[in-house]
């Protein structure tokens, strides 16, 4: 099956510094990639899709200066959540799917969960 | 009104039992609609799409009304192993992206 990783899968981090999360496909080519965020007992929210070759596009209410996003190839899509706040500490999670459209299957990375002392 | 809605449990049933889930969506244009679940801690992993006709896959049945905006599970059977968090997710944007539910807990008891 198509398999997704992330790294890392946790970080703590001191307040202002930035933070870079790496999201894999490692046995398929993913055009399209999403970030999500999780708060505790909050449903995932996604915040920005990433098509390969392009420019993200964010979600409403989603910095992008503050959480930069790189899909550079076709397995690898970076977001960096740089000036790192308290209130950025989440569980980040990343999904991939072959190709875009309504119907593909999204599979997700094991998430990467992030606290910003 | 939220995009996706769900009664957040949680549910505490015994080995066994079967329980069912129901979720509403707001927007009409949806056409792709799936179950995940979530263990704590862990990422979404896809229970299975809901179709039309309702599907089933094992003890698990999905049905979906799209006059009325509606999905349910259906977990018959229970195993202490169906505990988690089940997510409903609709489809929203035309580049595919979902929006999830919050999700409803599940806690099967021996």
């Known amino acids: 099956g198509a398999v997704v990783s992330q790294h890392p899968s946790w970080v703590i981090c001191k307040s202002g510094t930035s933070v870079k999360i790496e999201c894999r496909s490692l046995?398929?080519?993913?055009?399209?990639m999403f970030w999500y965020r999780q708060f505790p007992k909050q449903s995932l929210m996604l915040m920005a899709t990433?098509?390969?070759?392009?420019?993200?596009?964010?979600e409403q209410g989603v910095e992008k200066d503050k959480f930069l996003i790189n899909h550079a190839s076709l397995t690898l899509s970076t977001l960096t959540v740089t000036s790192a706040h308290p209130e950025d500490s989440s569980f980040y999670i990343c999904?991939?799917?072959?190709?875009?459209?309504?119907?593909?299957?999204?599979?997700f990375g094991p998430g990467t969960r992030l606290t910003v002392l | 009104r939220k995009e996706v809605e769900q009664d957040p449990g949680p549910f505490n049933v015994p080995e066994g039992a079967t329980v069912a889930f129901n979720c509403t969506y707001s927007?009409?244009?949806?056409?792709?609609f799936f179950w995940y679940r979530q263990d704590c801690r862990k990422e979404p992993k896809l229970l299975m799409s809901?179709?039309?006709s309702g599907n089933e896959d094992g003890r698990f049945t999905a049905q979906l009304n799209r006059a009325s905006q509606y999905i349910s599970l259906l977990i018959r059977d229970s195993k202490l192993s169906d505990s988690a968090t089940y997510l409903c997710?609709?489809?929203?944007?035309?580049?595919?992206?979902?929006?999830f539910g919050k999700g409803t807990k599940l806690s099967v008891k021996p």
């Open positions: 999904s991939a799917t072959t190709s875009g459209g309504l119907y593909n299957e999204q599979f």
């Open positions: 046995d398929f080519q993913a055009t399209t």
């Open positions: 990433s098509n390969e070759g392009s420019k993200a596009t964010y």
């Open positions: 927007n009409s244009a949806s056409q792709s």
């Open positions: 809901v179709y039309s």
């Open positions: 997710v609709v489809n929203g944007g035309s580049q595919g992206n979902l929006i």
